[in-house]
């Protein structure tokens, strides 16, 4: 079973800065989107950010001109730059990837923790 795994997740200052990363453990054909959600306590997950092949980018209004989402499609790995950071951006981010072939499967990654302090 193919797992994602997050990285570089932590705790920084507000205004800080925290790049993620997710990388499949194994490789696997067939992903058509990559992308990351967040669940701060007492809310819903929701979506930050998600690029499908050949398309546009697609932000949260919330975090839109902060966030940049990015791909490395040949080792299927998604990543998110973090700038300008918020207290309201705290939350676990989760690492999220869709593939078509040879059937739909959505997979999640197990969360890491982002924290920011004000």
């Known amino acids: 079973q193919v797992q994602f795994v997050e990285s570089g997740g932590g705790l920084v200052h507000s205004g800080g800065s925290l790049r993620l990363s997710c990388a499949a453990s194994e490789k696997i054909s067939g992903i058509y989107a990559m992308g990351w959600y967040r669940q701060a306590p007492g809310k819903q997950r929701e979506l930050v950010a998600i690029?499908?092949?050949?398309?546009?980018?697609a932000y949260a209004d919330s975090v839109k001109g902060r966030f940049t989402i990015s791909r490395d499609n040949t080792r299927n790995m998604v990543f998110l730059q973090m700038n300008s950071l918020e207290p309201e951006d705290t939350a676990v981010y989760y690492c999220?990837?869709?593939?078509?072939?040879?059937?739909?499967?959505?997979?999640w990654g197990q969360g890491t923790q982002v924290t920011v302090s004000s």
């Open positions: 999220y990837a869709r593939r078509v072939v040879p059937y739909q499967t959505e997979y």
């Open positions: 690029l499908s092949n050949g398309g546009n980018p």
